[in-house]
């Protein structure tokens, strides 16, 4: 037993972003998550999405072509022993498939029907094909990560995919079970990335009602306007982020900056701009690691920037475990961390164990398995 979702059931029906990540989110938690892939046809596309992903980590994978009736006759099977289901097809195509909510829950009615999609299961942009960049560029997202006089840049596909889609619709699917134990009914959850997107902006939100947020991109706090919430790059080509918001934090990064506070005013907006050239002046005198020795241990919110190969050896990193090698790969810990039961990257029961457990035949699990 291991993680505080012991015990819990999850149909996942494959699929690529945000719900193998909502899977993967439960499956490290301890859930019991079992995977439906399509049959292989031989050759992939060579794609990113045909290629191996340690988001499919922890658990099991089941074979099941969904275009056949005993196939789908098998996952209502599945479903009835299941807590929850997780699916990203677009709108109407389960429903198409003979496995929308109306059917799985007529099977199972205490099961939370996850759904996760870009724009929503209705709206005029509902049936709209679309990808991360998408969703966060309607959300209004976006547009706000903007520098001055540049593009919009786009954070990687975070923001859309896995935070505002893949973690929404894991604390959906949770909501859904709490609420199924107190009412004995399941429900459908209706994840949309845009929405979810949205909701990762309220703070935001909040500053530009209260006056705090300018409407032009790039001049405000957290947004590259400020001279002390920023990037700059150091000697040697590196970079050092700087966080000094609080004053006892900017007062602190002055000093190891070896500035005259007098000069460097924190909030005079009108100077930002001029006071970001000095501040990146000071940076180019030194290394990267130079500056990291001096501010990581030092009260000023300044951190070195690190690469995805670098962060899993710094040392605070190491210490803590965020990073654990799996399958011979390198990758993230789960997380949050739990005092009594502590999720792990678990390794699947061998597949006739795992399947047996679902209620498969052994001649089913023989066909079946992957």
């Given amino acids: 037993m291991t993680g505080?979702?012991?015990?819990?059931?999850?149909?996942?029906?494959?699929?690529?972003?945000?719900?193998?990540?909502?899977?993967?989110?439960?499956?490290?938690?301890?859930?019991?998550?079992?995977?439906?892939?399509?049959?292989k046809t031989g050759a992939g596309s060579g794609s990113v999405v045909d290629s191996p992903n340690i988001v499919y980590r922890g658990r099991a994978t089941l074979s099941v072509d969904l275009k056949r009736d005993e196939d789908r006759?098998?996952?209502?099977?599945?479903?009835?022993?299941?807590?929850?289901?997780?699916?990203?097809?677009?709108?109407?195509?389960?429903?198409?498939?003979?496995?929308?909510?109306?059917?799985?829950?007529?099977?199972?009615?205490?099961?939370?029907?996850?759904?996760?999609?870009?724009?929503?299961?209705d709206g005029p942009l509902a049936m709209v094909p679309g990808h991360d960049i998408n969703y966060i560029s309607i959300a209004g997202v976006l547009g706000a990560i903007t520098r001055r006089g540049e593009r919009p840049m786009f954070p990687l596909n975070l923001v859309g995919d896995f935070g505002g889609g893949g973690m929404l619709l894991a604390f959906g699917i949770l909501c859904g079970l709490y609420e199924a134990r107190?009412?004995?009914?399941?429900?459908?959850v209706d994840a949309a990335m845009v929405e979810g997107t949205a909701l990762l902006a309220t703070v935001v939100h909040g500053l530009r009602a209260s006056g705090h947020w300018d409407g032009e991109p790039g001049t405000n706090l957290l947004d590259s306007g400020a001279h002390f919430y920023e990037v700059y790059e150091t000697a040697d080509g590196g970079h050092i982020a700087v966080g000094a918001i609080e004053p006892q934090f900017y007062e602190e990064l002055l000093r190891v900056m070896e500035l005259d506070p007098s000069e460097v005013p924190q909030w005079d907006r009108a100077r930002w701009p001029e006071l970001k050239q000095r501040f990146a002046e000071v940076f180019l005198g030194r290394t990267r690691d130079d500056w990291a020795k001096v501010l990581e241990t030092a009260n000023a919110c300044a951190t070195p920037v690190l690469g995805l190969e670098d962060g899993p050896r710094h040392p605070h990193n190491v210490a803590r475990q965020t990073f654990v090698e799996a399958d011979g790969v390198m990758q993230p810990a789960p997380a949050p961390r739990f005092s009594r039961t502590p999720p792990a990257i678990a390794d699947p029961p061998p597949a006739a164990e795992t399947l047996s457990a679902w209620g498969l035949a052994d001649a089913e699990i023989a066909a079946r398995a992957t």
């Avoid at 709108?91 to 799985?104: A, D, H, K, N, W």
């Fill in 4 to 39: 505080p979702l012991h015990g819990l059931k999850v149909i996942e029906v494959g699929s690529i972003g945000p719900g193998p990540f909502a899977a993967m989110m439960l499956a490290d938690m301890g859930a019991e998550v079992l995977r439906l892939v399509r049959p």
């Fill in 73 to 121: 006759d098998l996952v209502l099977r599945l479903a009835g022993s299941a807590d929850a289901l997780i699916e990203g097809f677009r709108p109407g195509v389960m429903e198409r498939l003979g496995l929308g909510p109306e059917t799985v829950l007529a099977s199972n009615p205490r099961l939370v029907y996850g759904r996760v999609t870009g724009y929503g299961q």
């Fill in 182 to 188: 107190i009412s004995g009914q399941g429900q459908v």
